[in-house]
């Protein structure tokens, strides 16, 4: 199935949102690129009990402590589609990609072409659409770097 990785900090009315998007391929390969440039993960964690994970019908719905949390980065295996990446996570993940980056020549991350299956949905903006399928390469990365330096984030998937 292909879907789209949304990475956030709290929640668009709340003081402090910032947002990032990427297509389901490039989040499975960003977090391989970091690993293979010193990342180690630590484990997501689970959101605090009773914290808003996301809306159905208009309304927030929250974590329930009853769901299994295995501490993996894979979108299909978080309760309620949501897991929260710690801050010395996020640190050591900005710095594997700054290495990533750096190193590359001309600081471009080369990558074999391949296609990735496009996303679309009928409630889509237009900006939603081109960041879901934005191809994997130094332009995301750089992008998904800006983001997750700035410390912890929420990660879910939507299809």
């Known amino acids: 199935m292909a879907y789209m990785v949304e990475m956030h900090y709290n929640r668009p009315f709340e003081p402090g949102f910032r947002s990032f998007d990427c297509h389901g ?4 390969k960003a977090l391989d690129l970091m690993k293979r440039h010193g990342w ?5 964690q689970q959101p605090p009990m009773g914290t808003p994970q996301g809306m159905v019908d208009g309304r927030w719905f929250a974590w329930d402590p009853k769901t299994e949390h ?3 980065y894979e979108p299909e295996d978080y309760a309620f589609g949501s897991t929260v990446v710690g801050p010395e996570d996020a640190q ?3 710095q594997a990609l ?3 980056l750096g190193v590359s ?3 471009n991350v080369t990558v074999e072409k391949q296609k990735q299956p496009l996303l679309l949905s009928d409630t889509m903006t237009d900006e939603e ?9 130094t332009a995301v990365l750089t992008d998904m770097h800006d983001f997750i330096r700035q410390g912890p984030f929420r990660v879910n998937w939507d299809d």
């Open 92 to 94: 050591e993940m900005a």
């Open 70 to 72: 295995n501490g993996n």
């Open 98 to 100: 700054e290495k990533a």
């Open 40 to 44: 180690k993960p630590r484990g997501t």
């Open 25 to 28: 391929d490039v989040w499975y």
């Open 129 to 137: 659409f081109i960041a879901a399928n934005r191809p994997f390469g």
């Open 105 to 107: 020549p001309a600081k």
